[in-house]
Each structure stands twice: as structure tokens, then as C-alpha cells.
């Protein structure tokens, strides 16, 4: 778990939030296919990448929520230059309708 206060977590990180939009009943079968393919394990490897997380909301069936925490926005850009991320974009495609992106700045406790 990764702690917001902590030394790692500086003013140029990003923090995505991914909302993925699955076509009906197909969420855990897209996730299978992630999953299979290693791209958490993958995003998770390289270098400057903090958190890389899938989650299933609890009041819906047809979304994913995906948690990234990149070091800065370099390490962010050279993980959609990756080839598992390629190949993320290409089961997307089967399988996902819609996708929303949030991207936040950490705040300073004072």
C-alpha cells in the first residue's frame, strides 16, 4: 500500500483514475484476459510506476476501475509506449465501451 505522505509520492506524481465501461456480463471475462496477458504484473514492473490496481465497484456489474500511480508524467508516457499496453488497447477493444480518465495531483498535508 502505498502511503500518500510518504517521500515517494511528490508534487509531479499522477494519480489515474480509469473508469472502464464493460459491454454487459463481460467484466470478469475481460479482467481474466488482463490478467492472463500479464499487463498488471507488467505495469506494475516498470520503472517509476507506484500502484497499478484493478477494482470492481461494488454497485455495478459493468465497470472497472483501474488505480495508477505513476512517479512523474515521463514515467507515465513511457508506459503507453510499452508493448503490454499495446496489448491492453487491443482487448479493449472486444470488450470495453467506455473509458473515463481523472487525473490528480498529491496534496500536501499541512
Request: hydrophobic fraction near 35%; charged fraction near 30%; charge should be negative.
Amino acid at each position: 500500500m502505498i502511503n500518500l505522505d510518504s517521500e515517494v509520492i511528490r508534487n509531479e506524481t499522477i494519480i489515474l483514475n480509469v473508469t472502464y465501461t464493460i459491454k454487459q456480463g463481460k467484466r470478469e471475462e475481460f479482467y481474466s484476459k488482463i490478467s492472463e496477458a500479464g499487463i498488471p504484473m507488467k505495469s506494475r514492473s516498470e520503472e517509476g510506476n507506484l500502484k497499478y490496481d484493478y477494482y470492481f465497484p461494488a454497485d455495478s456489474e459493468d465497470q472497472l476501475l483501474l488505480i495508477e500511480i505513476w512517479k512523474d508524467q515521463n514515467s507515465q508516457n513511457a508506459h503507453k509506449e510499452m508493448e503490454h499496453f499495446k496489448q491492453l488497447q487491443a482487448i479493449k477493444e472486444s470488450y470495453v465501451i467506455d473509458v473515463k480518465f481523472q487525473q490528480f495531483k498529491p496534496v500536501k498535508v499541512r
